[in-house]
């Protein structure tokens, strides 16, 4: 049997007619699925995962008519949008793609309720650097103050590192983090804040409020000389994670993805991808977190993003 170049690439994603189960296209990313399938503006296509097209008894290595379709047209590297420019200069040959966070699927993270946990957790983050150079990190967390996960921000100098407040909260808003703490080390293991230190903190606990995100607690870290805590010390006012309340609204919300995920483990013929990932506590997490953040960013119901997931899996 003789195989198209691309047909070797195992593609995570892939543009098939359902009905004559012919692959025209394969992918890495979903969205440049969707793009595409956009582009070619037909309706009887759809965008199917290599799991599902399993279950559909289509191989996609040994597809013989791969992208045998004519009509499908030149594909695009990047569609990029127009732009409209209020002021300033600026080069039509220069293309912005979208800024994406992307979450690791199965990462469990400890649950940390006060500064000295979170002390701990942080020394595991910095690792055998922690007495070489200066880190800028940035912990997520969601509004019942579980840990999302951790944003290595900068690396500096034995003495110094810098931290960009814009680009701190632009990632903390891309995760829909509801509370966040930063932290530095000093390698010099004197924990104590220096000026430049609380002159930061004032700047990050201003920028946060505008943005309505909590900023608990800035963490100073040393190797062997323990850590100092600005929302432990009093310092600006900070709320640190002992004094925050969980949302009600919140609660009610995760109330109600728990009742939906139930029913689908209790028909695990319906959504067996599901079922299986949802045994476990780090796929209930996971799942519980794409379920919030399809109703965000989509508007949808929770019982509509089941079966759309399970799709995806």
Sequence with gaps: MTYKKHDRKVYKYYIINPFSRLILEGFEFKEDAEERQKDISR????????????????????????????????VKNYPVQKEVVLYGDFRKDIQIPEIKVRYNKGKVFDKINNSNSTAEFLKRVYGRSIDLQEHFVLLLFDNSLNVMGYYKHTVGTPVSTLADIPMLLGIALKAMARSIIVSHNHPSGNPKPSQADIDLTKQINKAAKTVNISFLDHIIITKNNGYTSLADQ????????????????????????????????????????????????????????????????????????????????
């Design 43 to 74: 309706q009887d296509l759809t965008v199917y995962t290599r799991a599902y097209l399993k279950r559909m008894k289509v191989d996609p290595s040994i597809n013989k008519n791969w992208g045998s379709d004519k009509s499908l047209g030149k």
């Design 234 to 313: 009093g310092l600006m006012s900070l709320s640190g994670l002992g004094n925050v309340k969980p949302n009600k609204i919140e609660d009610e919300l995760r109330q109600e993805v728990f009742q939906q995920l139930k029913k689908a483990a209790e028909n695990p013929k319906l959504t067996p991808e599901i079922s299986a990932l949802i045994k476990d506590r780090s796929g209930y997490e996971w799942m519980e977190r794409r379920v919030i953040q399809m109703m965000i960013n989509d508007g949808i119901t929770v019982s509509a993003c089941i079966p759309q997931i399970e799709s995806e899996l």
